[in-house]
Structures are given as structure tokens and as C-alpha cells.
């Protein structure tokens, strides 16, 4: 079981919106530290999409955005195309366990 | 260009060793801390260990602490992680990553090789 929580798959047909959650605790999320999301390709590395919460690397479009509400985080990607489809993890540091952790990650699928 | 190369993995024997490198270029590696990620074959990541830029904070997750062993060669840009007392479940993809700071618990990790398989099993 990950400290991170996700969901493990959504889903959604081009062109629409759809987000995807984070759900943390007092010793990571809550205390203040960054989440970061990466994106995994089917086969591949992952890849830095978000970080600090609302960052994009250089690259990134800017459909894929990311938010902070407590002890939680969000990754939302808009027009979603074909190429979206992959694994999404979210990161954060974990003071209790002093350490980074990775959330579960989620499936995302493009109907 | 920035490059990453995990080298190393294969296939070892329960409570063997093994020793991966991690050959970069294109930063200036002795400006940043490094970090090692696994993945176990159909699962998630999880993160495995981090040294900071001038090697002198290490730190390990509980399920490698006392096994695993993280180092730098900052003159030679390499990263290394000593895997000893081996055990099934350590059969993963270790994946070596550049991490955005020389040192924070909270960096993300802006630049990942292709990983190396480590298979353990006898």
C-alpha cells in the first residue's frame, strides 16, 4: 500500500478533460512538501510533467496542469489525445518515513 | 545533450550482489544530487535511495536500508548502487535519476536513464 494514494485507472475520450488525485497525510502532503507527477509511457522512463505542483518543464504542453487542496494534489489534462495514454505517478517527501514516496500510479485510458 | 545510462543489472542468485553504474553527461553532475528508482515488473516506482551532490548525505527506504549502498565518482560523473544480500523481491528495473537540486528531500527528479533489469532468483 503506497503513502500516496491514487486511483488506479480513469478514463476519457479525446478532446475531453480529466483529472487525476493524490491523496497524502500530515507527514508528507500536509506538512508542506512539493508534489511532483510524472508520466510513464507505455515501455518507457518516466518523465517529469509537474513539479512543485503547478510547474511544467520546458516541453510540457499546456494542457497538463497541476493544483494543491490540503492534504491532496491533482494532475488535470485537458484535449486529451491518443498519446496521453500512459501510467501517472505522483512524488512527494515523506518526513516519517525520511524519505521520498511515490504514489500507487494510474492508468490513464483514451476511449 | 543531457544523457543518463544504467549499467550493471542481471540476473544473480538469492543473497548475491551486484553493483550498477550510472554513466551521465551533458550537466554538471557534481552540482546535483542522484537518485535510484525501481520498479518491479507490472508495479509502480519506488524510490530506493538519493545521495547529495558531494556525496555526503545518503539516504535509503527501510526495504533496502543496511543492503544497499549509494555512491558517487563526481570526477568520473557516475553513480554507483552496491546491492548486496539480494533477495526476490528486489527483482525490479532500477532506474537512475538526476535530481532538480544539489540537495533537497523534496527535489523532483527532472532527468531518468532506461533503466537496468535486475532479475533475482536461483
Known amino acids: 500500500q503506497s503513502v500516496l494514494t491514487q486511483p488506479p485507472s480513469v478514463s476519457g475520450a479525446p478532446g475531453q478533460r480529466v483529472t487525476i488525485s493524490c491523496t497524502g497525510s500530515?507527514?508528507?502532503?500536509?506538512?508542506?512538501?512539493?508534489v511532483h507527477w510524472y508520466q510513464q509511457l507505455p515501455g518507457t522512463a518516466p518523465k517529469l510533467l509537474i513539479y512543485?505542483?503547478?510547474n511544467r518543464p520546458s516541453g510540457v504542453p499546456h494542457r497538463f496542469s497541476g493544483s494543491k487542496s490540503g492534504t491532496s494534489a491533482s494532475l488535470a489534462i485537458t484535449g486529451l489525445q491518443a498519446e496521453d495514454e500512459a501510467d501517472y505517478y505522483c512524488q512527494s517527501y515523506d518526513s516519517s518515513l525520511s524519505g521520498s514516496v511515490f504514489g500507487g500510479g494510474t492508468k490513464l485510458t483514451v476511449l | 545533450e543531457v544523457q543518463v545510462l544504467e549499467s550493471g543489472g542481471g540476473l544473480v542468485q538469492p543473497g548475491g550482489s551486484l553493483r550498477l553504474s550510472c554513466a551521465t553527461s551533458?550537466?554538471?553532475?557534481?552540482?546535483?544530487?542522484m537518485t535510484w528508482v525501481r520498479q518491479a515488473p507490472g508495479k509502480g516506482l519506488e524510490w530506493v535511495s538519493v545521495?547529495?551532490?558531494?556525496?555526503?548525505?545518503?539516504y535509503f527506504a527501510d526495504s533496502v536500508k543496511g543492503r544497499f549502498t549509494i555512491s558517487r565518482d563526481n570526477s568520473k560523473n557516475t553513480l554507483y548502487l552496491q546491492m548486496n544480500s539480494l533477495r526476490g523481491e528486489d527483482t525490479a528495473v532500477y532506474y537512475c535519476?538526476?535530481?532538480?537540486?544539489?540537495?533537497?528531500?523534496?527535489?523532483?527528479?527532472?532527468?531518468w536513464g532506461r533503466g537496468t533489469m535486475v532479475t533475482v532468483s536461483s
Open positions: 535519476a538526476k535530481s532538480s537540486s544539489s540537495w533537497s528531500p523534496n527535489d523532483a527528479f527532472d532527468i
Open positions: 551533458g550537466f554538471t553532475f557534481s552540482s546535483y544530487a
Open positions: 545521495i547529495s551532490a558531494g556525496g555526503g548525505s545518503l
Open positions: 512543485a505542483y503547478i
Open positions: 500530515s507527514s508528507n502532503i500536509g506538512a508542506g512538501y512539493d
